[in-house]
């Protein structure tokens, strides 16, 4: 089927062209076509109901007038063409050019291009002139959570208790996937449930849609369990995707992330861009990576395997490092093979898919400063709950004014759920926890080139305070991060001023103390009591302050207090306050103690199975210019147990205390 070139961006279908009468010139020998891109356009990883556009250029590089008479689309449907300007035919001077606009958006039943544009002109070398139009459109994925390379590992589970897991699964291809049948092989100890699902197949569009399945472990009996989960779909590559089952028993566990590398948008011939691969060790057997093969491919990837010379503890990952340096316009692909001593997963495979292009990369520069800060800068010491703002306006590029721009977080301390609010050149990154972010700038010129750079900027944010408590915690039957989860919330509560010993034992404040309002003198800081003021006799004032109370899940809640007063106890408290209607309700809280900026003491996935419950997490000594933190395990059921009650000072601490800080209870 052929589609006429859209004037002033309106399609005309079919065969037909304009023309006009257009200025009067003679024509010659030496009128030369030149097309840029000259050998194809390439769309790389458009998906089903998007759109995505490529400009192509049209000049004349002779020394007589280039008469192009018209331009058609010689393909599928999916593929249409505009430009602005003038009627047919256009005559071009020497050096005269114009540009064409190619959109491409793909539908389930044509995914990829397959045609060419047509330009007929009085090149007498070209007068038909066929640019071809490619795609990369990846077929229909199946992508679970956990992979089959991570497992479904149940840990010990004692015979007549159940646990359950959930497995998610989605498409990361392009063209919907369709799921046929789901089957769970594997002994009787094993249940499984497909949430929401009446039927196959089970339809998922790429991107956010997804199929839940719950998986449940009663063991009757001790020992090593095995099964599969086992998916049949139209992904052509894995028309049958199985999901090991290991339960009652740890083996070696490679997680790959990302298993597909992507050098997308193009990179520029004869330049060299990398993406790195993490390699994580998901078990508590250690992971040995004995070594990476490339299984197929062109020389214009390489690799680097780095951080693999020790087996690999829990949690602990090694990084492969994938270059790109292409030496020609066009596609390319690879395979790589990572050796380990996963049973499951012994050969791991990371596919390599590159774009290159003769454009020129733009150069991306980044900078930051602190919301409402006068300097920019690269390097940002900031403080927990600071807003950063990134700019990236300096970005430039040799052959475009137009830039797209792309921020990511490469890292964050651990438990961040900030996400980047971006607005064109510019983001904003709410630093709502202690620790080091890096956030990185890609940009993107009217070509589709990605900037050669990935420019990097570090927020190192530091508690200001002395002491500085952070609360977060996570609810494993809230699976996603909303506006909607549960409420835990931050005690602190001051016990006694001063050295002396039998308060010491007994404690002064109460958990839940709010006092008295006229005077505001409660003894515990919390979402009711924020800002008390504690007045410390031969000291002056305490100032305590609850700087962020969440309500909806995750955290984080901090409390601080900066100059502490001398052989000073405090206690510090979790309280399940709501559940926000998740079932099963446990919820894992994890606290830190930040001391001059400093983390001094951590408790993590501590355990709260339903509103009311109450926990006596930690007991904090300031001895004046230092402090002793000593972790309790005090807990209760119920607010009844523990509102007015005060907290708990073991005798075992207390001798502690004593012999770190005598100067504290000296008579």
Known sequence: ???????????????????????????????????????????????????RTQPVMISNVGHDPLKVSHIEWRGAENVRLSVEGSSFPRILDTRGQFSIAVHFAPTTTSPTPDGVIRIYSNDINHPEYDLPVVAQQLAPQIHVVPSAEEKLIFGQVDAGQTATKTVVVTNS???????????LQAPSDFSYEVVGVSGYPVSLLSGESRMDIK??????STGRMEGNLVFHSNDPSHPTYTLPIVANSDTPCIKVQPVIVEFNPAVSVNTTATRDVTLTSCSSVPLTITSVMKASGEAVFGY??????????????????????????????????????????????VTVMGTSSANQCPTAVARARILAASDWGRTIDAAPLDTITFDGALSHDVESNTLKYYWTIRSAPKDSTSKLAISDAQATLFADLAGTYVVCLNVEDSGGMLSCNEDCLTVTAIPRETIHLQLVWHTPADLVSDDDGTDLDLHFVRMLQGNDTQNARQGIGTWGDKGIAVLNDGTDVYFENREPVWSVEGFGNELPSLDRDDKDGDGPENINLDNPSPCTWYAIGVHYYQDAGFMPSLSYATLRVYIDGKLLHEQANVSLAQTGAFKQLALLHWNGSSAHIYKTTYAYTSDDEWIGKEPIIPEDVLEKAKASSPQCFEK
């Open 1 to 51: 089927m052929k589609y006429a070139i859209e004037l002033s961006s309106i399609l005309v279908a079919g065969s037909i062209f304009l023309s006009g009468c257009g200025p009067t010139y003679e024509e010659g020998s030496d009128a030369r076509l030149r097309v840029n891109p000259a050998n194809q356009v390439t769309f790389s990883r458009v998906r089903t109901g998007e759109t």
């Open 215 to 220: 998986v449940s472990f009663t063991p009757s």
């Open 173 to 183: 291809g392009d063209l919907p996937l369709e799921i046929s049948q789901v089957a």
């Open 304 to 349: 680097e395997l780095i951080g693999a010379d020790e087996p690999l503890s829990e949690g602990e990952s090694a990084t492969l490092k994938i270059s790109y340096t292409p030496d020609r316009e066009g596609t390319h692909k690879a395979e790589y093979v990572v050796v380990n001593n996963d049973p499951l997963q012994p050969n791991a495979t």
